[in-house]
């Protein structure tokens, strides 16, 4: 059974930084696709981004393009989330995802391809 745990999260205003963590057990983490997503009520879950096993290749939603990196150390099975130059827009759950299997980065963009996920954490950005 692989678990996710996400950290991190927290209030910040317009134009500050935070770094979401999320530390994945139970299975050999470097196998994992990794992906970051994000949920405001009423909407549907967002695709912010994610790295590639294999060759650690970042892909990014446009909305976090130049403003957010995505990272991963295998060695301390977590992926993480800079985010930078925050939004009140960005105001969201965020939550850590992993696939059980390697995929074509066209399908990192989908919730639909990521097997596991993490319970999320809160990040409000105030104006």
């Known amino acids: 059974q692989v678990q996710l745990v996400e950290s991190g999260g927290g209030l910040v205003q317009a134009g500050g930084s935070l770094r979401l963590s999320c530390a994945v057990s139970?299975?050999?983490?470097?196998?994992?696709?990794m992906g970051w997503f994000r949920q405001t009520p009423g909407k549907e879950r967002e695709f912010v981004a994610a790295?590639?096993?294999?060759?650690?290749?970042?892909y990014y939603a446009d909305s976090a393009k130049g403003r957010f990196t995505i990272s991963r150390d295998n060695a301390k099975n977590t992926v993480y989330l800079q985010m930078n130059t925050l939004k009140p827009e960005d105001t969201a759950v965020y939550y850590c995802?992993?696939?059980?299997?390697?995929?074509?980065?066209?399908?990192?963009?989908?919730?639909?391809?990521?097997?596991?996920w993490g319970q999320g954490t809160q990040v409000t950005v105030s104006s």
């Open positions: 995802a992993a696939t059980r299997s390697q995929y074509h980065s066209s399908k990192l963009y989908y919730d639909s391809t990521y097997d596991y």
């Open positions: 139970g299975r050999t983490f470097s196998t994992h696709d």
């Open positions: 790295i590639s096993w294999l060759y650690v290749t970042p």
